[in-house]
């Protein structure tokens, strides 16, 4: 099988051609009757209707596989733990791994959690586990309406919402713990931008206050989403707003979401200074242009053949053809502005184009080669763009197939990593809070290379050090160095005791127990199924590390005061 790049390459390639040619000979489109109008919008509810549900099963089959929240979210946990000690009001620092980080993070999303669980029979970790879930499957429907705004036609906004909700990028990282944040950024991103593109091109009191408090929330919830708003912001200003309207309806959002937000920029910048806000702001090694993405035309992460990125594609040629610039020049922004990895962003640009790439492209490119196949001659009976009540059934069953085939591996196809604590883990977890000092600085060595469930919620379960963080080293400086480090330490994992001394002592590192959990790495680089296996029978035999636990989800040993670093 070609990857998921040279596949899409492959495709658009060789139907580049077709498309051009398809939308010099098809006729433009024609004048609805009243049933036609009335179909479509039935066929756009029934999609639509399909896209929420099968949103929500994606979703919630991967969540409920696990008994704890996914992946990450031992940052905001301890946050909101923080918050609700601090009887709300904003801390100094956060508690997190007792690394001094500044609590100056979005708060919006830590602000709802500490309610719902002082309001309802909710703990905390039911609270990271599915409020995320709840606020993203919210997005397919507010993303909807984006669509139906922005894309004239209905049947295209219909399918344009299927596609968002299968895509890999618009649930993978919302739905784990640390969508917490993410997923309600989104959610007010997708709102605020809905609500100025109406402002735009309607005006009205309306959207302009609906414009400027989406925005406020999208601010107040997460920093990559903030970015995602301003940037897109002036994209849709550029298209719709060049106008003296369009500039002071503008202004007064900017101006609206900077009031707004004032509480929370402007007490952390009192406290903190700028110095939080650069480093987090900093591009943490990753390049200005995703380029391998955009050379393989990777642009959905999709696990097997990728169906929906070919989609993406035909919207891509379509929109060339037509000179309709604005969507393909709002993705490459996103590809080369957002400082991660841009595919959670451009889910929602992948989305649109994807569903004009539908309506526009492959349902004529249908209906040609069926007219051409039963000996047609002329295209007259060739219904227009959209026109869903005429379409042929191999049409309809091709559509189908692709909804299908989409929904099956959204489900299939999600990555390792995306699992949780086990509770045979957490249980060790619970015997480090309860039986080690407080002052202990603990190695966490799992084998996995990029980041691991174990390293973000070891802090926040135990309220004891990681001695290697990454987390919320963002906040602080030094991240790059620091994901260095941590990569160096989890290839001891496979190694001896010599290779842990030696790195603490190239990296000036102290610490005083070492953790191991039993399980397989999420990252495999072991040739073992087990975790550190070599490690932990190295440990077991040398004098200098002393046993202290032995259950079912980790292996925990001491350092011996002889033999701690300085």
Same mark, same amino acid.
């Given at each position: 099988?070609?990857?998921?790049?040279?596949?899409?390459?492959?495709?658009?390639?060789?139907?580049?051609?077709?498309?051009?040619?398809?939308?010099?000979?098809?006729?433009?489109?024609?004048?609805?009757?009243?049933?036609?109008?009335?179909?479509?919008?039935?066929?756009?509810?029934?999609?639509?209707?399909?896209?929420?549900?099968?949103?929500?099963?994606?979703?919630?089959? %991967?969540?409920?596989?696990?008994?704890?929240?996914?992946?990450?979210?031992?940052?905001?946990?301890?946050?909101?733990?923080?918050?609700?000690?601090?009887?709300?009001?904003?801390?100094?620092?956060?508690?997190?791994?007792?690394?001094?980080?500044?609590?100056?993070?979005?708060?919006?999303?830590?602000?709802?959690?500490?309610?719902?669980?002082?309001?309802?029979?909710?703990?905390?970790?039911?609270?990271?586990?599915?409020?995320?879930?709840?606020?993203?499957?919210?997005?397919?429907?507010?993303?909807?309406?984006?669509?139906?705004?922005?894309?004239?036609?209905?049947?295209?906004?219909?399918?344009?919402?299927?596609?968002?909700?299968?895509?890999?990028?618009?649930?993978?990282?919302?739905?784990?713990?640390?969508?917490?944040?993410?997923? %309600?950024?989104?959610?007010?991103?997708?709102?605020?931008?809905?609500?100025?593109?109406?402002?735009?091109?309607?005006?009205?009191?309306?959207?302009?206050?609906?414009?400027?408090?989406?925005?406020?929330?999208?601010?107040?919830?997460?920093?990559?989403?903030?970015?995602?708003?301003?940037?897109?912001?002036?994209?849709?200003?550029?298209?719709?707003?060049?106008?003296?309207?369009?500039?002071?309806?503008?202004?007064?959002?900017?101006?609206?979401?900077?009031?707004?937000?004032?509480?929370?920029?402007?007490?952390?910048?009192?406290?903190?200074?700028?110095?939080?806000?650069?480093?987090?702001?900093?591009?943490?090694?990753?390049?200005?242009?995703?380029?391998?993405?955009?050379?393989?035309?990777?642009?959905?992460?999709?696990?097997?053949?990728?169906?929906?990125?070919?989609?993406?594609?035909?919207?891509?040629?379509?929109?060339?053809?037509?000179?309709?610039?604005?969507?393909?020049?709002?993705?490459?922004?996103?590809?080369?502005?957002?400082?991660?990895?841009?595919?959670?962003?451009?889910?929602?640009?992948?989305?649109?184009?994807?569903?004009?790439?539908?309506?526009?492209?492959?349902?004529?490119?249908?209906?040609?080669?069926?007219?051409?196949?039963?000996?047609?001659?002329?295209?007259?009976?060739?219904?227009?763009?959209?026109?869903?009540?005429?379409?042929?059934?191999?049409?309809?069953?091709?559509?189908?197939?692709?909804?299908?085939?989409?929904?099956?591996?959204?489900?299939?196809?999600?990555?390792?990593?995306?699992?949780?604590?086990?509770?045979?883990?957490?249980?060790?977890?619970?015997?480090?809070?309860?039986?080690?000092?407080?002052?202990?600085?603990?190695?966490?060595?799992?084998?996995?290379?990029?980041?691991?469930?174990?390293?973000?919620?070891?802090?926040?379960?135990?309220?004891?050090?990681?001695?290697?963080?990454?987390?919320?080293?963002?906040?602080?400086?030094?991240?790059?160095?620091?994901?260095?480090?941590?990569?160096?330490?989890?290839?001891?994992?496979?190694?001896?005791?010599?290779?842990?001394?030696?790195?603490?002592?190239?990296?000036?590192?102290?610490?005083?127990?070492?953790?191991?959990?039993?399980?397989?790495?999420?990252?495999?680089?072991?040739?073992?199924?087990?975790?550190?296996?070599?490690?932990?029978?190295? %440990?077991?035999?040398?004098?200098?590390?002393?046993?202290?636990?032995?259950?079912?989800?980790?292996?925990?040993?001491?350092?011996?005061?002889?033999?701690?670093?300085?």
């Amino acid at each position: 099988m070609l990857p998921s790049g040279e596949a899409n390459r492959c495709l658009c390639m060789s139907t580049e051609r077709m498309v051009t040619d398809l939308r010099e000979v098809l006729p433009g489109p024609m004048r609805a009757t009243k049933n036609e109008v009335a179909h479509r919008d039935w066929f756009m509810a029934l999609t639509v209707g399909y896209a929420l549900l099968a949103g929500l099963c994606v979703r919630a089959l %991967l969540v409920l596989s696990s008994d704890l929240p996914l992946y990450d979210g031992g940052l905001f946990y301890a946050m909101v733990q923080d918050l609700k000690a601090a009887r709300y009001g904003l801390p100094l620092y956060t508690s997190y791994n007792l690394a001094h980080i500044p609590f100056t993070y979005p708060p919006l999303a830590l602000y709802l959690a500490a309610v719902l669980s002082d309001l309802t029979p909710l703990s905390l970790l039911d609270i990271f586990r599915f409020l995320p879930l709840a606020v993203n499957t919210l997005t397919i429907a507010a993303f909807f309406f984006l669509a139906r705004a922005m894309l004239s036609d209905r049947t295209a906004a219909g399918f344009a919402t299927l596609i968002f909700a299968l895509l890999p990028g618009s649930f993978r990282f919302f739905i784990v713990g640390g969508g917490l944040t993410r997923s %309600l950024g989104l959610l007010f991103a997708v709102l605020t931008l809905y609500h100025l593109h109406e402002l735009l091109v309607r005006g009205g009191k309306r959207w302009l206050l609906l414009s400027i408090l989406c925005g406020s929330c999208a601010v107040l919830s997460h920093p990559e989403m903030a970015l995602f708003v301003t940037y897109s912001s002036l994209f849709f200003w550029a298209v719709y707003g060049r106008s003296r309207q369009g500039l002071r309806s503008g202004l007064a959002v900017a101006a609206g979401v900077l009031a707004l937000t004032a509480p929370w920029w402007l007490t952390s910048l009192l406290r903190h200074g700028l110095g939080p806000f650069l480093a987090a702001t900093a591009r943490n090694g990753y390049g200005y242009l995703d380029v391998r993405s955009l050379a393989q035309l990777n642009l959905t992460d999709e696990q097997s053949l990728p169906v929906l990125g070919f989609l993406c594609c035909l919207g891509i040629l379509v929109c060339l053809a037509e000179r309709r610039y604005f969507l393909p020049g709002w993705l490459l922004a996103v590809m080369i502005l957002q400082s991660r990895d841009p595919r959670q962003e451009n889910s929602v640009v992948v989305a649109l184009l994807a569903g004009i790439g539908v309506t526009s492209a492959l349902v004529p490119l249908l209906e040609r080669w069926r007219a051409g196949m039963a000996g047609r001659s002329g295209l007259e009976e060739l219904a227009p763009e959209g026109a869903c009540s005429r379409w042929r059934p191999l049409t309809r069953g091709v559509l189908v197939f692709v909804a299908l085939f989409a929904t099956i591996w959204a489900i299939l196809g999600y990555p390792a990593n995306l699992q949780s604590v086990s509770r045979e883990e957490e249980q060790a977890m619970a015997w480090v809070a309860e039986n080690t000092p407080e002052s202990s600085k603990f190695l966490i060595v799992t084998g996995a290379l990029g980041g691991d469930m174990t390293f973000e919620w070891f802090p926040a379960l135990t309220g004891r050090a990681n001695a290697a963080p990454v987390q919320g080293q963002e906040w602080v400086g030094g991240f790059i160095d620091r994901v260095a480090q941590d990569a160096q330490l989890q290839k001891c994992a496979n190694e001896g005791v010599a290779c842990i001394e030696s790195w603490a002592s190239q990296t000036h590192t102290s610490f005083s127990h070492v953790f191991l959990p039993k399980r397989q790495a999420v990252y495999q680089v072991l040739p073992n199924d087990e975790c550190c296996w070599s490690l932990r029978e190295a %440990l077991r035999a040398d004098a200098r590390y002393q046993l202290i636990y032995d259950g079912p989800g980790a292996t925990v040993f001491r350092r011996l005061e002889a033999f701690e670093m300085p």
